[in-house]
């Protein structure tokens, strides 16, 4: 079945960028998702790509699909205190999500 | 509009103990799934309703259940807790079935039901 692969922990200074890695197994995923998860709270979704689509870009965020190798990664531009929290990669395969582990990101001021 | 709505937000049962947990997804969504969050395990997916049909069911004991109303609200059983039970249920929805084509690719999730078991 599908596995979804994440580091487990980033940090950054504020104002710099943030690149989130995720791999994947399953070349058939439909879509892949970025999710937020701040202490306490559920899932925030901050965008999804389409598995036919290279790239996404969404204000501050940007996401890159790279198929052949099946990596996902999440840009956050000009990083802030507020966008610390766990970031969660999902492939929906079989029609279900399948979740990495998270990403924690730690925004030092 | 409204997003998903999940109740309770917390609640403590005891083992042996049964529970049913509420989801109200967002206003004109048919699909509602749910999923378990763990430490240890992470997010897993437990089940997907779709028009009061289950589509998709997860590697659970059949102590997990659910069922999903006319106005496509859901709800989900858990019967016998035990203490690996204790978890974020996060119930999540959708336009369509995330098990065929056609789902837009958005599924928007509730901020949970804390249950701990005791």
């Known amino acids: 079945g599908e596995d979804v692969e994440q580091s487990l922990f980033l940090s950054v200074r504020e104002g710099d960028s943030s690149v989130i890695n995720c791999t994947y197994t399953?070349?058939?995923?439909?879509?892949l998702y970025w999710y937020k998860q701040e202490p306490g709270a559920g899932l925030q979704l901050l965008t999804y790509?389409?598995?036919?689509?290279d790239m996404k870009q969404d204000q501050r965020l940007t996401v890159l699909l790279n198929k052949k190798d099946k990596h996902l990664s999440l840009r956050i531009a000009d990083t802030q205190t507020g966008d610390s929290a766990i970031y969660f990669c999902?492939?929906?395969?079989?029609?279900?999500?399948?979740f990495g582990q998270g990403t924690t990101l730690q925004v030092k001021p | 509009k409204a997003g998903v709505t999940q109740t309770p937000r917390y609640l403590i049962k005891t083992r042996g103990q049964q529970v049913t947990l509420s989801c109200s997804p967002i206003?004109?969504?048919?699909?509602v799934s749910w999923y378990q969050q763990t430490p240890g395990q992470g997010l897993q997916f437990l089940f997907e309703?779709?028009?009061?049909?289950?589509?998709n069911k997860g590697n659970f004991p059949g102590r997990f259940s659910g069922r999903q109303f006319s106005n496509s609200r859901s709800e989900m059983n858990v019967s016998t807790l035990e203490l690996g039970d204790s978890a974020l249920y996060l119930c999540?929805?959708?336009?369509?079935?995330?098990?065929?084509?056609?789902?837009?690719?958005?599924?928007?999730f509730g901020e949970g039901s804390r249950l701990t078991v005791l």
């Open positions: 399953d070349s058939s995923s439909t879509y």
């Open positions: 999902a492939a929906l395969n079989t029609g279900k999500l399948i």
């Open positions: 309703y779709f028009s009061e049909t289950q589509r």
């Open positions: 999540a929805s959708s336009l369509y079935s995330n098990y065929r084509a056609g789902n837009t690719g958005e599924l928007f």
């Open positions: 790509i389409f598995s036919n689509m």
């Open positions: 206003s004109g969504h048919r699909s």
